[in-house]
């Protein structure tokens, strides 16, 4: 730290990103990206034209994106925000409706970004733990009076929320932003964008990260009533206008028009994900049921991060996260088929030493 950074910003905690080694060549389950390459019209909307074309500055409005995205969630283009990652929406997010005392409440075990955003804003948190069982009590989050942010399905822990519960909490703080991050949604769990039309106070969080295999292009969209999008145009346009560089914008419209085979791969995962669950049932391992693209899950006669450690030297990597309520669990996102199959038959060889 040199003398000259603001006092403000000395002490804060920063967020931990999961491991990206360059060592060794590793079976990478610890950071939930796709196993699988995006689409061919994906890698073939990006050759020297648009490489050249990088002279030029983007288009801060992201039409194109825009009206594709609008067209594929039936929304008007006025309720589409794009960004570079969805962890830039939440950073607005958080700087636009919680700041300086602004009131805002997520669970005890969750994306850990909310903790470092609302540090980072000196935002006024209202920490509620999940249940036993890690699933969240959406009765604790009705009539709170505060801005409201909760990952659906949740991370960790894969558990989702129905659209019931979800309309309930968003309906009983209609003074507060309910920001729903729906990151995981396309890998089972109900979304909520059936709500949006009936309560302005809902903002749905989304990424290209995950289920889009975009995770290096930094791609992120919001989805809103327009005068909440307009706020996050006014951050954005405070801070970095030009967030969406060329070549994400165009990838990210490829992407769009060649949905189905992000859907497909999408219902692979999820398939590859029961069938991964059982295995790790059969040996002993408690599963949290997941609907996402990772699986939680713990060994009663193994620690958390002993196992984490085991499993890296044998060449593969999944997320140990130290903070007490679950450092016995493992966080290990579904792979390929083969990547799952080698995952399993580490697991029983580690488990037969002992
Ligand atoms: C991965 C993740 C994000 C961040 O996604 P980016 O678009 O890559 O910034 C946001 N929220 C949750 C819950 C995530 O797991």
Do not use: W
Request: charged fraction near 25%; include cysteine.
């Amino acid at each position: 730290m040199s003398r000259y950074l603001s006092a403000r910003y000395q002490a804060l905690d920063r967020y931990v990103p999961g491991e990206q080694p360059q060592d060794k060549q590793y079976i990478k389950l610890n950071t939930n990206e796709s196993p699988y390459p995006p689409s061919p019209e994906v890698i073939a909307s990006i050759g020297d034209r648009e490489v050249s074309d990088l002279r030029l500055y983007s288009d801060p409005e992201c039409k194109l994106l825009r009206s594709k995205l609008a067209d594929r969630y039936s929304v008007a283009p006025e309720q589409i925000f794009l960004s570079n990652g969805s962890d830039d929406i939440l950073n607005f997010a958080f700087m636009a409706y919680a700041s300086d005392g602004g009131k805002v409440a997520f669970p005890d075990i969750t994306y850990g970004f909310y903790q470092v955003y609302a540090d980072l804003y000196r935002s006024d948190t209202l920490i509620i733990p999940l249940n036993d069982d890690f699933s969240i009590d959406h009765t604790q989050y009705l009539g709170l009076g505060r801005m409201i942010v909760l990952a659906n399905p949740n991370a960790p822990t894969g558990l989702a929320l129905s659209l019931s519960e979800i309309e309930e909490i968003v309906s009983s703080n209609p003074n507060n932003v309910v920001l729903i991050d729906e990151a995981y949604v396309d890998f089972g769990a109900e979304t909520c964008l059936p709500l949006l039309s009936k309560y302005e106070n809902l903002l749905i969080v989304r990424t290209y990260s995950k289920s889009r295999a975009l995770a290096g292009a930094r791609l992120g969209f919001a989805i809103g009533n327009p005068s909440i999008i307009d706020d996050l145009n006014r951050i954005k346009y405070v801070t970095n206008p030009y967030n969406v560089n060329r070549l994400t914008q165009i990838a990210g419209a490829a992407a769009i028009d060649s949905d189905e085979y992000f859907m497909q791969n999408c219902r692979r995962i999820a398939s590859t994900r029961e069938a991964v669950e059982q295995k790790l049932t059969d040996l002993g391992f408690e599963v949290i049921p997941s609907k996402a693209n990772f699986i939680f899950t713990k060994h009663p006669r193994f620690d958390g991060k002993v196992l984490y450690q085991r499993l890296k030297e044998r060449g593969i990597l999944v997320r140990h996260f130290s903070l007490s309520r679950i450092s016995q669990y493992n966080r290990i996102t579904v792979g390929s088929e083969a990547e799952m199959a080698t995952l399993i038959d580490v697991l029983k060889d580690i488990l037969s030493k002992g």
